[in-house]
């Protein structure tokens, strides 16, 4: 990811420091957070006094608000802990139950770090923290993700099983189309009553991307568009006005769903959105 044309984006892969230093207010580097952390105690608690301070000055919408988000990052924080692998037969289960941090570079934990950035991500938008969230499910060019997990996907890594093409990847392309639908999901179960929403995700739009459709580097992305954005995206639809356009003309789209009225996005001479694709 870019913000701009020398301006990298690193997605931060550690759900603990997302929650260090997006909900928590804080770096993991902080020693007094990670005291807390080492205490099992609850970073929140670190913070909740000047948060219900604060939440005295605010009205009861606001202050639901307040509310909410502190569940929502407590229910987060429970799970930024896991039950120690059971290294052989008859390890106590002092041992075997102990709670540990879990290890953010283990493949094997994969599954699990994608549910609680999906978690992060909701959280986020329903608090407030942000209108904007991004989780990136891998490097650009995929060598340092496998599944071991997956059998049928065989054990080699994402990126030569991608290029591929075969059975492996209708494996693994199954098994994300599961999470793109746990997240949907997770957005569905938000309450968020208006005019044109019943949920959160009535009121999102969940942009699915990936840069290739059949194993090779193309002009054809399929991309899927999901949540109605408060009534402005036309759902229930394949877009065939999309086949031979650029993805300048989405992301144009998607701008202009989100009242941020420009013309185009990028290259200057590919204005307006995707026709078909607001209502």
Known sequence: FWGGLTQPVTPEISPFRVVDQYFAGKTAADPAMERLRAEKKSML??????????????????????????????????SLVAPAALASPGVPASIANAVQPLDVNSVAQYPKLVDMQFDLAVAALRSNLTRVATVQLGSAWGDDVGFPYLPAAGRDVWHRIAHGDGKEKRVWDTWLMARFASLLQRLDAVPEVGPNSKTMLDNTIVVWTTNMLDGN????????????????????????SAENQSINRVLTGLCNAMDVPVEHVGNANIKGALPGMLI
Not at 57 to 72: A, N, R, T
């Open 45 to 78: 608690d670190y913070v909740a006094k000047d948060l219900e301070r604060f939440s005295m000055h605010l009205g009861s919408e606001d202050k639901s608000s307040i509310v909410s988000h502190l569940q929502g990052v407590r229910d987060i924080e429970k």
């Open 217 to 240: 580097h193309g002009p054809r992305l399929p991309w899927m568009i999901a949540g109605a954005g408060g009534g402005r995206v036309r759902l229930g639809q394949y877009l065939r």
